[in-house]
Structures are given as C-alpha cells and as structure tokens.
T-cell receptor
C-alpha cells in the first residue's frame, strides 16, 4: 500500500517547455486534487476531481490542465511553463463520504528558469 | 469562495510554554476545520480537525476551539517540545465538499 505517489520529486524546466506531474494512489479514493505551495501563501487549489471522468477548476487553474481517466491517476500538465509556476506541487486525495483529512503525496519541487 | 486568514505568520516560544495560532474564515457555510503540520521538506499531515457541531476538541497536548458566530478557530499547543517546530496550516471547507481553503501558515519555532 504505497498511498499517494508523486513523480518526479524535483524538476527544472525552461520557460515555454511543457511537462506532466504524475500522481497515483492505491487507496481507492474518489477525490483527488492538486495544490501549489508558495512561501507566505499557503496551499492553493489548482484543479480537483471527484471521480473518474470528472474534473473541475480550483482557485488558480490558469496554465494547468488535468484529466482523470482512472480512479488511480490524476496527472497535472503544464502547457507552457512560466517562471511564475515555480513552486512545490502537492497531490492530495480523500475518500468521499468519510471524515478525516487529506492524504498528501510527497510533493514535486518545480523550478522554471 | 472561502477566504481563510491565519495569524501570526511566525511564532517563537520557549520549550514548555504554550503556542496559540488563530484563523478566521469568511464563508458561514463552512463546517469542517482541519489543522495540518508540515515539517521542513515534508508533506502536510493532519494533526487535528473539528466540525461545527462541537466547540472544542483535544488530543493530548493539542486542542482546537471553534467560534462559529465569530467565524474563527484556534489551535492550542501546550507544553511545547522541540519536535513541535514546524509550519502549521489551518483550513476550512464544507464537509463532503472536500475543497479545502488553507491559511497562509504559521512557522512555529520552539526554543530549547
């Protein structure tokens, strides 16, 4: 039982490049989400999904795409990286209908130069 | 949407003293208030949460209080220890909506 697995752990991109951050979970959680963490700003919701085939925008969705073709995977795509997207990205999951908090992945530290 | 404000942004306490972190929220429909602890370079982890049908909850040295009328909630850590040094985040949501809105975080340093 690996929980929530994020890859890669570190990434450096050049401005304009694209990439996909991977998030996989083996807990059969219906809810999956992506947050970015920036100093002094807490965690801000980018996109979320309440189940396979369903996605929606959070607080800061611009520049990011998501899809949810399976329960297990929720990749985050950066279409054309910008220095403003330099951040630490966390994937978080939750089993719907139950209490308790999120289960977070270990994070991806992304630098855009 | 929900707006959560957290104070102070940094807090330094002597080992053994208490630490208090305060948060306010804007959406009166919010009814679930978790607190997360994030150690340096690690992922956030849930330490305690409270729902709006209770005013206080304790778990050993940590406690959370909620005032729904004033729309604020607080985290209390008693008898602080060096391992309590971390960044603490409050959050708010509507239960079963799952979209958490986080405060900006409080960096707590416990001095030996």
């Amino acid at each position: 039982n690996a929980g929530v697995t994020q890859t890669p752990k570190f990434q450096v991109l050049k401005t304009g490049q694209s990439m996909t951050l991977q998030c996989a979970q083996d807990m059969n959680h219906e809810y999956m989400s992506w947050y970015r963490q920036d100093p002094g700003m807490g965690l801000r919701l980018i996109h979320y999904s309440v189940g396979a085939g369903i996605t929606d925008q959070g607080e800061v969705p611009n520049g990011y795409n998501v899809s949810r073709s399976t329960t297990e995977d929720f990749p985050l795509r950066l279409l054309s990286a910008a220095p403003s997207q330099t951040s630490v990205y966390f994937c978080a999951t939750h089993r719907t209908g139950q209490g308790g908090g999120y289960t977070f992945g270990s994070g991806t530290r992304l630098t855009v130069v | 949407g929900e707006n959560v404000e957290q104070h102070p942004s940094t807090l330094s306490v002597q080992e053994g003293d208490s630490a208090v972190i305060k948060c306010t929220y804007s959406d009166s429909a919010s009814n679930y208030f978790p607190w997360y602890k994030q150690e340096l370079g690690k992922r956030p982890q849930l330490i305690i949460d409270i729902r709006s049908n209770v005013g206080e909850k304790k778990d050993q040295r940590i406690a959370v209080t909620l005032n729904k009328t004033a729309k604020h909630f607080s985290l209390h850590i008693t008898e602080t220890q060096p391992e309590d040094s971390a960044v603490y985040f409050c959050a708010a949501s509507i239960l079963n909506d799952y979209k958490l809105s986080f405060g900006a975080g409080t960096t707590v340093t416990v001095r030996a």
